[in-house]
């Protein structure tokens, strides 16, 4: 599975993004997909995720009520949508997926099978 972000790019604060991930490659229903980020000098983090088939999401308290995750098994795709951005927001943003049951969402990068590169995220006061 090849994964590609993008979307990112340059916001002020209390501004709209969405990003969108696409996925190249077989049984894109068998994984489940989430969006890391990584601010510089700062360990990635989880940010939203959604489980095989979209029953389940999850989001960072960072992220809850701003952030939406979502995805297309028709296209392909999964994305994510933000609102509200803050300065601290600011991050490359990479999309991930993961072997896992229906009903679970992935929180963790030692979980995810592929990674997409980063797109860069950069939120101006």
């Known amino acids: 599975v090849q994964l590609q972000a993008s979307g990112g790019g340059l916001v002020q604060a209390g501004g709209s993004l969405s990003l969108s991930c696409a996925a190249s490659?077989?049984?894109?229903?068998?994984?489940?997909w989430s969006w890391f980020r990584q601010a510089p000098g700062k360990e990635r983090e989880f940010v939203a995720g959604?489980?095989?088939?979209?029953?389940?999401?999850t989001y960072a308290d960072s992220a809850k009520g701003r952030f939406t995750v979502s995805r297309d098994g028709a296209k392909n795709m999964v994305y994510l949508q933000m609102s509200s951005l803050q300065t601290e927001d600011t991050a490359t943003y990479y999309c991930?997926?993961?072997?896992?049951?229906?009903?679970?969402?992935?929180?963790?990068?030692?979980?995810?099978?592929?990674w997409g590169k980063g797109t860069l995220v950069t939120v101006s006061s």
């Open positions: 991930a997926a993961g072997v896992a049951r229906p009903g679970v969402v992935l929180a963790s990068g030692n979980g995810m099978n592929y």
């Open positions: 490659g077989r049984a894109f229903d068998n994984y489940a």
């Open positions: 959604i489980s095989r088939g979209g029953s389940k999401t």
